[in-house]
């Protein structure tokens, strides 16, 4: 047994500090590169390595694409954002708010209005310096009129009003716990006052957009001296849109990009069979969904959503679908990264025979149950649906199901058919989903779950500080919804991504894919 | 004869006045309103209304095709919905790429095909006959996008000689441009080639059937002289309609490959314009793939009857 062999057990095991483990491999004449993928391998994190340029194989682009961060609805966008722009606070990967160019929030009591101090020394790429105003113009630009995606949930805003050369105060209509969550949307990023000439970004972001064809590609260069440490370690950085899934996975396993997302995972055996590549996993908030109208016959009928619930075999669809890369769900739209899910609630199973009892007990008839459906809602949702059938005949349930045209899907069925598949893309914040899509006022309410005593405890959630009434508040309403709602959630659907093993930073993050669309900032390249 | 190509180039011009009516109407047609589709979660009344006059959709639809019209003449296709760029500028290069790829491939399909077509009749029934029938047949019977897979699987993927996506990037050489598109290329040779090829053989066929092929046989000529000199000029008529046809195709249906190989085309604009429903590019596509079929259909007539003397020379 020689020395080396001992201290990088030492190392693995937590006996020897990273310090100490790499001033006596220093000392046994190790090299340094080969002592710190020992670390690395340990779960120690490396330090950043300066320099390199990083290929992103991307998708969600299209030639339609502007550089408004207003109509930002999809991945390359949004990549190519945080690149440039700085945000005003961040979601980290465990899913809690992290300052960026807000210093410190500090809500008042009641939470209806918070004080925020915005960050010093900051210099936005055409030599201003940040200040309040700047925070305060953009902040605006998605409020009122504004045709900004991020205009819904910034509506509760009251008042942006500035305090201070870098302080600002926003008051609320309502009390909001979660102001930082509203702040963290991936619209709201900061530009400097007055600013209008979008295909010229000016930001604080570490890079600066060299070259942009909607649809095609964006190449970033580093731009020098980012405030934040250990980020934007590249010099240059080239996303490529290539929307196919297959192309994608090819242009990986064919070398020609070092990351890329959406990992089709049929493919997963061949990427791990070539050896040099590693896949990113990250359980997230991305779910799937039949919304059954609460409202609607034979939908209002308690029972009946409760035959259809139980009808529902998840284990196979995950199974079937995404093997060991989705969750089964439990009928309520916070999942197990949040913080706040609700891990006490039993799962619901598949239970023919139940399914059949409040079937029965409803009344339910053979013509009743139609389900539309269309592969628009998500890759897989036709599958799914006749998989249900299949599972809801086997307790006697009828289910039609209804193929809608993937064209105008979103337009004529969706919030308009009475039980439909379709899905949700994850909240940071727990308040969030459950106000966007079950508040009994929410334009999104797609299962038309009206209950004033939900609304109510969703108001006390928001309204307090307090964690454990929060706890107990958002853990009841999941309850309502498991047991109640008017939502069929079969499944969360895991992040996929892949990069070259010699891509580091690229770490699972709870929100969005690709280091929750900081791929560019967070990512650097080995030597 | 000139009289029968005016007549041509008349008839063209009317089926593209038709075909751009056509065009207009359909977009006008498309589900879903531009206005909404615009404002999203802020289409109120009032917004839809304010949208509605600032795009000048409240006006009526023919006044609009007029002005459509005379605008696309002089090459101004308005302004893109999506991201207010002139349309020209957003199809622009795109047609440029789509023109290089179908070039490049019509370059090697043509000669290729048809110098296939002709070894095929002259050594009709032969091994080679069989082989170059049944190969180019199971080429064409496959769909393109399988042939892209596995061109990429293969020659990208295991022996990494050409690069799986065809991305064009401007600071590329020429060289280099080849080299990026010629899996894409090679897919479309596959997919083109069959149908010249056979088309090439059989007319070439039919006419060595005839009177006079036997006379040149009995007056001693060689089988490939007899094919090139005497049998060819008097096949070309259906060989150029056959050309044309697939020329057309490989300008305007290749929006799969285009997808296989992320080359950006115009095909793919298009479907990415329509899911958007930005109308003035999806109009602009439009008009652009029906002058690119009717113009080549024109130039092929032109060129059959110029190929037939008795056309050229009618009494």
Known sequence: MNQWDELQRAVTNGRVSRREFMRRAAALGVATSIASGVLAKAGFAQTPVKGGHLRVGIAGGSTTDSLDIRTYTDTTMINISTSIYDGLVEVDAKNQIQ???????????????????????????????????????????????????????????????????????????????DLPYVLSDYHVLVVPKDFTDWSN??????????????????????????????????????????????????????????????????????????G?????????GYHFIMP???????????????????????????QMLFGKFARRGNDHPIPESDPYHNNELPQREYDPEKAAFHANKAGLGPKDVILSASDAAFNGAIDMSVLFQATAA??????????????????NVWLKAPFMTSYWGGRPAATQMLAVAYQSSAPWNDTHWKVEAFDKLLADAKATTDQAKRKTYIWEMQRMLHEQGGALIPLFKDWLDVHDVKVKGHTPHGMFDLCNSRIVQKAWIEA | MLKLLGQRLVLGILTLILVSALIFAVTEWLPGDIATNILGQQATPENVAAIRAELGLDRPPYERYVEWLRGAVDGDFGTSLANKRPVADVIGPRLWNTLFLAAYAALIAVPLSVFLGILAAIYRNSIYDRLV??????????????IGYILILFLAVQFRWFPAIATFKPEQTFTQHLYATFLPMLTLVLVVIAHMMRMTRTSVLTVMASPYIEMALLKGLS?????????????????????????????????????????????????????????????????????????????????????????????
């Not at chain 1, 020394?121 to 998605?142: E, P, Q, R």
């Not at chain 1, 580093?222 to 996975?249: H, P, Q, T």
């Not at chain 1, 040099?276 to 997230?284: H, K, R, S, Y």
């Not at chain 1, 349930?397 to 337009?411: K, L, S």
């Open chain 1, 99 to 177: 300052p960026e160019l807000f210093e410190t929030l500090e809500p008042s009591d009641d939470a209806t209005e918070w004080v925020c101090n915005v960050r010093k020394g900051i210099t936005f790429s055409n030599g201003k310096t940040l200040d309040a105003d700047d925070v305060i113009y953009s902040i605006n630009l998605h409020r009122g009129d504004s045709t900004s995606g991020a205009a819904g949930p910034m509506r509760p805003i009251k008042d942006v009003v500035k305090m201070d050369t870098h302080q600002v105060k926003i008051a609320l209509e309502a009390p909001d716990a």
């Open chain 1, 201 to 274: 970004p000016i930001g604080t972001g570490g890079y600066k957009l060299e070259n942009f064809e909607p649809g095609v590609r964006a190449i970033l260069t580093n731009r020098g001296g980012y405030w934040k440490e250990g980020r934007c370690n590249l010099e240059s950085a080239e996303l490529s849109v290539i929307n196919d899934d297959a192309a994608r996975m090819q242009a990986l396993l064919a070398g020609e990009v070092d990351v890329t997302h959406r990992v089709v995972v049929p493919l997963v055996d061949q990427i791990e069979a070539a």
């Open chain 1, 276 to 284: 040099n590549f590693e896949l990113v996993q990250a359980a997230a």
């Open chain 1, 292 to 318: 059954m109208m609460c409202d609607k016959a034979p939908y209002d009928n308690p029972d009946v959503r409760l035959a259809l619930k139980y009808s529902m075999n998840r284990e196979k669809l995950v």
């Open chain 1, 394 to 411: 086997a307790a006697g349930i009828n289910v039609t199901v209804r193929r809608e045209p993937a064209d105008g899907f979103w337009e």
């Open chain 2, 133 to 146: 029938n049944i190969s180019t047949l199971a080429a064409i019977s496959m769909p393109e996008f399988f």
């Open chain 2, 223 to 315: 089988k490939a002289r007899i094919v090139v000199r005497h049998a060819l000029p008097n096949a070309m008529a259906p060989i150029i309609n056959v050309i044309a046809l697939n020329l057309a195709y490989l300008i305007v249906g290749v929006v799969v490959v285009e997808a296989v190989f992320t080359y950006n085309g115009l095909g793919r604009l298009m479907v990415d314009a329509v899911s958007k429903r930005d109308v003035p590019v999806v109009q602009a596509c439009g008009l652009i793939f029906a002058v690119v079929f009717i113009g080549l259909n024109l130039i092929a007539d032109v060129l059959s009857i110029l190929s037939n003397p008795r056309l050229r020379h009618p009494r």
